[in-house]
């Protein structure tokens, strides 16, 4: 069957960047982008504003820290995590800043938080920043002009939109407007996961619990935890795996749920996006692998959430392609591999990817630089006075 899109495009107006993607890295970049001068739009396919960390339901904030008492993260990601906290609950440790109403798992710079207050907060936090957001908008692909990027096309209940630009970052989870623009990337594997939140009598009844420990529900298989051999690693991305992912997960829940009295627990929250870690990310013009060499190019340091001890920079060089001059990445999808992907696809580390990608993108709107030929050390001053960590 032969096919043509004939619908009209709408143009929807000239931003001088766009954020495509509003997780913990997109909305770090729009922050970013808007207070440093910008004209920033935010696109986001979702309702609400935070991708894993909320309606994802993965509600923890890793550590800022070392594990061994030195804050390694500020700016926005401790910025981020202070608002995680302001309006809903937490187990922050005390020295860290926390309550300490409820238990906390260890003395790090961490906490739990309520996805769904937080997801509300960032709206509020996005928007005063002066960021224009635009909900339920499907970014398709970038409209190229001469290596450029020059806007990006958008699907809305409203038709086929436009939206122009001088700049983009891609926080999108899984680099679809890298790919559009095409530039190389690098596919990653997930273990198939579904968080779920909940309750039961039981749990209601003992106050010595920290909240977050009760409402959290996982199906048959978690995350790192070993993999059964009948449910391989996700190794494909495309629509047809998604839909398996989901269709997995949505039943791994219901089959653990199902037998239990119905009388006696609650589910009162699923996904409402698929749980990936590590879809696809940018080849750039480095490779962040999880060395804990300095470099000079650092965006600034984050440390390990699994191990006391590391500090590592990442390398502004991991966040772009010098062959698209106006792109840029944020959050999961920054340059990385193996244990280094690991390390970096987490909230602390897509808050400092997303700080850095929209400052430098205002940079460059200012200097007329491309990503490629920034001033790395004008990025680090602002950086610096902003708050990051080096």
Same mark, same amino acid.
């Given at each position: 069957?032969?096919?043509?899109?004939?619908?009209?495009?709408?143009?929807?107006? %000239?931003?001088?960047?766009?954020?495509?993607?509003? +997780?913990?890295?997109?909305?770090?970049?729009?922050?970013?982008?808007?207070?440093?001068?910008?004209?920033? #739009? /935010?696109?986001? !396919?979702?309702?609400?504003?935070? +991708?894993?960390?909320?309606?994802?339901?993965?509600?923890?904030?890793?550590?800022?820290?070392?594990?061994?008492? !030195?804050?390694?993260?500020?700016?926005?990601?401790?910025?981020? /995590?202070?608002?995680?906290?302001?309006?809903?609950?937490?187990?922050?440790?005390?020295?860290?800043?926390?309550?300490?109403?409820?238990?906390?798992?260890?003395?790090?710079?961490?906490?739990?938080?309520?996805?769904?207050?937080?997801?509300?907060? #960032?709206?509020?936090?996005?928007?005063?920043?002066?960021?224009?957001?635009?909900?339920?908008?499907?970014?398709?692909? $970038?409209?190229?002009?001469?290596? !450029?990027?020059?806007?990006?096309?958008?699907?809305? *209940?409203?038709?086929?939109?436009?939206?122009?630009?001088?700049? *983009?970052? %891609?926080?999108?989870? &899984?680099?679809?407007?890298?790919?559009?623009?095409?530039? $190389?990337?690098?596919?990653?594997?997930?273990?198939?996961?579904?968080?779920?939140?909940?309750?039961?009598?039981? &749990?209601?009844?003992?106050?010595?619990?920290?909240?977050?420990?009760?409402?959290?529900?996982?199906?048959?298989?978690?995350?790192?935890?070993?993999?059964?051999? %009948?449910?391989? /690693?996700?190794?494909?991305?495309?629509?047809?795996?998604?839909?398996?992912?989901?269709?997995?997960? !949505?039943?791994?829940?219901?089959?653990?749920?199902? &037998?239990?009295?119905?009388?006696?627990?609650?589910?009162?929250?699923?996904?409402?996006?698929?749980?990936?870690?590590?879809?696809?990310?940018?080849?750039?013009?480095?490779?962040?692998?999880?060395?804990?060499?300095?470099?000079?190019?650092?965006?600034?340091?984050?440390?390990?959430?699994?191990?006391?001890?590391?500090?590592?920079?990442?390398?502004?060089?991991?966040?772009?392609?010098?062959?698209?001059?106006?792109?840029?990445?944020?959050?999961?999808?920054?340059?990385?591999?193996?244990?280094?992907?690991? *390390?970096?696809?987490?909230?602390?580390?897509?808050?400092?990817?997303?700080?850095?990608?929209?400052?430098?993108?205002?940079?460059?709107?200012?200097?007329?630089?491309?990503?490629?030929?920034?001033?790395?050390?004008?990025?680090?001053?602002?950086?610096?006075?902003?708050?990051?960590?080096?």
């Amino acid at each position: 069957m032969n096919y043509c899109d004939t619908r009209e495009v709408t143009f929807k107006g %000239d931003y001088d960047i766009i954020v495509v993607g509003g +997780g913990i890295g997109g909305v770090a970049a729009a922050v970013a982008a808007a207070r440093n001068g910008a004209k920033t #739009l /935010l696109v986001e !396919k979702q309702i609400n504003l935070g +991708g894993l960390a909320t309606v994802g339901l993965i509600n923890w904030y890793e550590p800022l820290c070392d594990g061994n008492g !030195k804050q390694v993260v500020g700016g926005i990601g401790e910025e981020l /995590l202070r608002l995680s906290i302001r309006y809903g609950m937490e187990n922050l440790p005390a020295q860290w800043g926390g309550e300490g109403r409820n238990r906390c798992r260890y003395d790090r710079f961490a906490t739990k938080y309520s996805p769904t207050v937080f997801s509300l907060a #960032l709206d509020v936090w996005v928007k005063e920043s002066g960021v224009t957001i635009r909900f339920d908008t499907m970014a398709t692909y $970038p409209v190229m002009e001469n290596g !450029k990027v020059a806007g990006i096309v958008a699907e809305t *209940v409203s038709g086929k939109e436009f939206y122009a630009c001088r700049f *983009v970052v %891609d926080a999108t989870g &899984d680099a679809s407007v890298c790919v559009g623009a095409g530039l $190389p990337t690098r596919m990653g594997t997930n273990y198939l996961t579904y968080v779920a939140h909940g309750f039961t009598r039981e &749990d209601t009844a003992s106050p010595d619990e920290t909240v977050f420990r009760k409402w959290i529900m996982r199906g048959a298989v978690a995350s790192g935890q070993g993999h059964p051999e %009948d449910h391989p /690693l996700l190794t494909e991305y495309n629509s047809d795996a998604e839909n398996a992912f989901i269709a997995w997960g !949505k039943q791994a829940m219901f089959d653990h749920i199902k &037998d239990q009295s119905k009388n006696d627990r609650e589910l009162t929250s699923i996904p409402t996006m698929p749980q990936y870690r590590k879809i696809r990310c940018l080849v750039g013009e480095a490779t962040f692998t999880g060395k804990q060499d300095c470099c000079e190019d650092s965006i600034g340091t984050f440390g390990d959430f699994r191990n006391r001890g590391p500090v590592f920079h990442m390398p502004y060089q991991c966040l772009y392609n010098r062959q698209v001059s106006n792109l840029i990445t944020a959050g999961r999808i920054v340059s990385a591999d193996g244990e280094g992907w690991e *390390v970096a696809r987490v909230i602390p580390v897509c808050a400092l990817t997303g700080q850095a990608a929209g400052t430098a993108a205002a940079i460059c709107l200012k200097t007329k630089d491309t990503f490629a030929t920034l001033d790395v050390s004008e990025l680090q001053r602002i950086l610096r006075a902003q708050g990051a960590l080096f």
